[in-house]
Every structure is written in C-alpha cells, then in structure tokens.
C-alpha cells in the first residue's frame, strides 16, 4: 500500500476501542486506536510483548459492519504503536475511508451547531 519512502498520511484524531490479537496468537487483547489515516493509525495498548515489525489482526465496528484488518507494528512506545495497515482487499480499505469519512462528519455536524449558537448569542 505505501513505500518506505513515502510519508504516512495525514491523521485524524479519534477513539476507538479495538480488540487485536498478534498473529497466531491465542489470546486477544484489548487497545484503542488513538488517531487513524488511510494508510495507519496509532494504537494506545499495554502490552509490552508487542515489537516492531509485529502482525495485529484488528477488530473494529463501523456503521454495524464489523471487520478484521492486518496491520504491521511500525514502532512501539511505552503508550501504544504506531501501525501500517496491511489491507487484503477492497473492503478493508473501504472499512477504513468509511471510518474516517464518520469521524471527520461527526466533527464538521459539532462545528456547524457551534457555529450556529454562537451566532444566535452574538
């Protein structure tokens, strides 16, 4: 999906609460990804076991679709890992924008209402 030249793209701030599980792993595990981009997000867990170069199966909701996604860990800090998606179809990317496309419009809807009272009280 992207080179290792290429930068990440740009992030949206979010919470969302995850289960994710190292792949062959037995045991899933519970994290919240923290902000999200086409290509990756930043996963906030406490698991110390999780290293670079690490494969996550992530589960997560959208609009009542529930879908697990691949992910590589790129880099891990005490709070959490920053990932790259590892998509294996249309629906996975698809998941993804639609996540996204929800975040950003939940966002703009609470901006438009601000908008709005402050103009009625000024």
């Given at each position: 999906m992207q080179s290792?030249?290429?930068k990440?793209?740009?992030?949206i701030?979010?919470?969302?609460?995850v289960?994710y599980r190292?792949s062959?792993a037995?045991?899933?595990?519970?994290?919240?990804?923290?902000?999200?981009?086409?290509?990756?997000?930043?996963?906030?867990?406490?698991?110390?076991?999780?290293?670079?170069?690490?494969?996550?199966?992530?589960?997560?909701?959208?609009?009542g679709?529930?879908r697990?996604?691949?992910?590589q860990?790129?880099w891990c800090?005490?709070?959490?890992?920053g990932?790259?998606?590892?998509p294996?179809n249309n629906?996975?990317?698809?998941?993804?924008?639609?996540?996204?496309?929800f975040?950003?419009?939940?966002?703009?809807?609470?901006?438009?209402?601000?908008?709005?009272?402050f103009?009625?009280?000024?």
């Amino acid at each position: 999906m992207q080179s290792t030249a290429e930068k990440p793209a740009p992030r949206i701030p979010l919470k969302l609460n995850v289960q994710y599980r190292k792949s062959y792993a037995r045991r899933d595990d519970g994290g919240s990804l923290k902000n999200i981009s086409i290509t990756g997000a930043f996963l906030e867990h406490e698991n110390p076991e999780i290293q670079p170069r690490d494969k996550l199966n992530l589960v997560f909701s959208v609009s009542g679709r529930t879908r697990t996604i691949m992910a590589q860990v790129v880099w891990c800090s005490t709070g959490g890992s920053g990932i790259r998606f590892l998509p294996e179809n249309n629906r996975d990317v698809q998941i993804v924008d639609d996540l996204i496309y929800f975040v950003q419009n939940r966002r703009e809807s609470r901006r438009n209402v601000l908008d709005d009272i402050f103009k009625r009280v000024g």
